[in-house]
Structures are given as C-alpha cells and as structure tokens.
C-alpha cells in the first residue's frame, strides 16, 4: 500500500477532500465484477476517494469493493470519500431525496461523503436513466429550477445522509444564481467539470477560487470516449509538448497533466480500471512543474469539450453556451 497520503483539499463546510479521486465512469457493458476488483484493488493501492454515480450504471459494484476493503479491516468507512450525484431525471425537488436514498441502497452504505447535482438540467422521469445515443428513444425536457432542487439537497445534509453537497456542470451564472439565493444555507463545495489541458476551465477555476468552491476535474486525461475519435479530435494524450515536459521529469503524460492540475488546486479523479495505470496516476506527488512549464500547458487550451451532451443544446438550462 502506498506510504503517502492524499493531500486534502479543505472544502467550505469544514470537510475536506482527497484531490486526488478514481474515476468510476467506464463505458457498458461491463464485465460483471470488474468494477468490485478495480475498486478494491485501487484501495489496495492507496486511493481513498471515489467518484461514482446511479447513471454510471456500476454503483452498486463500487459500494461492493469499498465495503470489502471495510470487511477485510484494509480500511474505515470514514476513510473513504465517496461522491454521488442526482441524475437529470431526479432533479425535480420532489426526487433529489429519492435519487439520494436509491444511491444509499445501491452502494450499501449509511451516508455519502459528497452528492453532487450531476447537471444543471432536468428531464422528465423515465425508467431508463441514460440518455439514448440517438434519436430513436424521445426524451423529454424538464426546466426545474435547481435552486429549489438545492434546498433539497441540503435538507440530505442536515439529515445526515451525506457530509457535503455540490454541482457538477455549472456554468459561472448558474453558480451565481445558487450562491445569490436570499435563502442559502451551505452553498456549493465544488463544481465537478470536464477539465484537462485542452479545456483549462481558468475563468470558471478563478470564479470558483474567489468563491471558496472546489473546481473537481473530470475526464483529466482527455477520456477515451468514442466521440473523440468520431469527431477526430486531437488525442490528449498525443500531445507532443505533454510528453516532452514527461520525458524532462521522467513521467509519463498522463501523469504531467494530472501534476498540472493538482498543482493549480484543480482536484481530479481520473479513471482507470487497470492497477498499474491507477498507481501511476497517483505518482505525481514526487515531482514539480516549474511556472514556465506550468505557463506552457496553460498555453495549449483549445477549448476542446469532449462531453459536452449535444444532443441537449436545446434545453433552457444548457450550460456551455456561456463562455464559462
Ligand atoms: P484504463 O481504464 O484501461 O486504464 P479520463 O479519466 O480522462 O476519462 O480517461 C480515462 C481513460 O484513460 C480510460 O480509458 C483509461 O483506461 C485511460 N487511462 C487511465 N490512466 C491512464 C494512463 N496513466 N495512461 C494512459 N491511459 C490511461
């Protein structure tokens, strides 16, 4: 097991945050039991926070892994952080709560350390979680207003269901509507969005940085998702200019873009179920990129959005149209 603890990120509730967390996201099907074996091999290599949701589809295999790692005493529930989000179609304030309840059952736990608003958007509630890759299933828009879904959300924290709550896919005006809310009791931890070199986010991380919310960064190393390579988007983890700064620190790139975030405060969870990539994404603490190499990576954002759920440009609360 690894000697070194994850550095913390200190949360504005009085909690805190390893910044370093396994992405939990993995395209279906899945091999029945893959997921249970990447989680408890990532405890067995150190990691200790874990970012999950209902729509992933694996939830319940992640409660699995980390209940066994509390079995077999490798670890304490109050070690572990685990982060759950409420779908689009549970964003309806009469829902947040049940979405919650339903990801308590799923991993077979009491509470959850984050649960997170997962977008901004509501649909309409329908058996099926995921939103269909094409147009032969309809699915229908909801415009909640998610301030309402927010008080919601903080009612789970005063009942002790979950230590802290958070948005995932705000834009910087749809933070500002929660955080000007007369009523707020906690306001958002953290913003959960994609961010990698080629979408450094740094007005949304300075906007946030002034507000005390962590910026969460999903998909670090650019993901693998087939829209990439539909789209012909330049590869992350190509890029010529990220290699050479590794070759310079002996680190691969993947490892440099994830240094370049954790050094800018950016907390990240990147995803890999296989264990020599897990415990190389978790060396990066051992190394420093110097602020001109830090100015250089700042310099190839492309604005480049590999998530970026197209396919729901029309609907009210869309947050990428704003700039940021
Ligand atoms: P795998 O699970 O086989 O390791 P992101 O977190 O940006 O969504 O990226 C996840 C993708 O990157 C997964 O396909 C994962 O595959 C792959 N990946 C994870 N860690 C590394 C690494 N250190 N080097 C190269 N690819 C990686």
């Not at 009469?94 to 509501?122: C, N």
């Not at 990439?228 to 983890?237: A, E, H, Q, T, Y």
Request: proline fraction near 6%.
């Amino acid at each position: 097991m690894s000697s070194v603890p994850d550095r913390l990120v200190p949360l504005s509730d009085g909690n805190s945050m390893p910044i370093l967390g396994l992405g939990t996201y993995a395209m279906g099907p899945f091999v029945k039991g893959e997921t249970v074996e990447a989680v408890k091999a990532a405890i067995e290599i150190g990691y200790r926070h874990f970012d999950g949701a209902l729509v992933y589809g694996n939830e319940d295999e992640v409660g699995e892994g980390i209940r066994a790692k509390i079995a077999d005493g490798t670890v304490k529930r109050e070690d572990i952080f685990y982060t759950g989000k409420v779908w689009m179609t549970y964003l309806s304030p009469s829902l947040v709560r049940k979405a919650l309840e339903k990801t308590l059952k799923t991993l077979q736990l009491d509470y959850v350390d984050l649960f997170i608003i997962h977008w901004p958007m509501g649909l309409k509630p329908r058996e099926k979680l995921w939103i269909p890759k094409d147009a032969s299933e309809k699915i229908v828009i909801e415009d909640v207003d998610f301030c309402e879904s927010w008080l919601v959300m903080e009612s789970c924290k005063d009942a002790g269901l979950v230590r802290s709550i958070g948005v995932s896919n705000f834009n910087h005006k749809q933070l500002e509507t929660i955080l000007k809310m007369p009523n707020l009791k906690y306001k958002p931890v953290c913003n959960q969005v994609e961010c990698h070199p080629y979408l450094n986010q740094d007005k949304l991380l300075k906007y946030c940085q002034c507000n005390n919310i962590v910026l969460v960064g999903y998909s670090p190393l650019g993901t693998n998702s087939p829209n990439n390579v539909s789209r012909k988007s330049p590869i992350l983890l190509n890029d010529p200019v990220l290699k050479k700064i590794g070759e310079k620190h002996r680190k691969t790139t993947a490892q440099v873009v994830l240094r370049y975030q954790v050094q800018r405060g950016v907390a990240v969870i990147p995803k890999s179920f296989n264990p020599g990539r897990m415990k190389q994404n978790r060396e990066i603490f051992d190394f420093q990129l110097s602020d001109e190499e830090m100015e250089v990576i700042n310099g190839l954002n492309k604005n480049i959005r590999y998530i970026d759920l197209k396919m729901l440009t029309d609907h009210p609360k869309y947050p990428f149209r704003d700039e940021y």
